[in-house]
């Protein structure tokens, strides 16, 4: 089985969130889970949903601040691995295209 998720942990703040995001996506590490981020989050992989819930926490407890929001979106496909990419790859297949655009 392969738990895909899209995380997003921000502190609550007027100012740059950067370095509170960039200690969020540095707890990762610790975990046996794979990550990309992006501008409106992270896409983490793991092989189950205990995992991956492990790593968000963490990720969710190492920003500071009065206030962290924190939003988790788990796909958990049970009948076959799949991986994020090839998800990306299907979406491509059927545009017949990359599926993205610069403007």
């Known amino acids: ?10 502190p609550v703040t007027e100012d740059s969130m950067a370095s509170e ?9 610790d ?4 990550y990309e981020t992006n501008p409106m989050g992270t896409v983490i ?10 790593a968000a926490q963490a990720a969710h407890e190492a920003v500071d ?7 988790l979106k788990i796909d958990d496909k049970r009948t076959r691995d799949q ?7 299907t979406v ?3 545009l017949g295209r990359e599926a993205k655009r610069d403007r």
């Open 1 to 10: 089985m392969t738990a895909i998720a899209l995380l997003s942990v921000a």
């Open 21 to 29: 995001v960039a200690k969020a996506v540095e707890a990762l590490d």
């Open 31 to 34: 975990f046996d889970v794979s």
């Open 45 to 54: 992989e793991a092989d189950s949903v205990a995992e991956l819930f492990a």
């Open 65 to 71: 601040g009065d206030r962290v929001s924190t939003v």
């Open 83 to 89: 991986r994020a990419q090839e998800k990306v790859d």
């Open 92 to 94: 491509e297949a059927v």
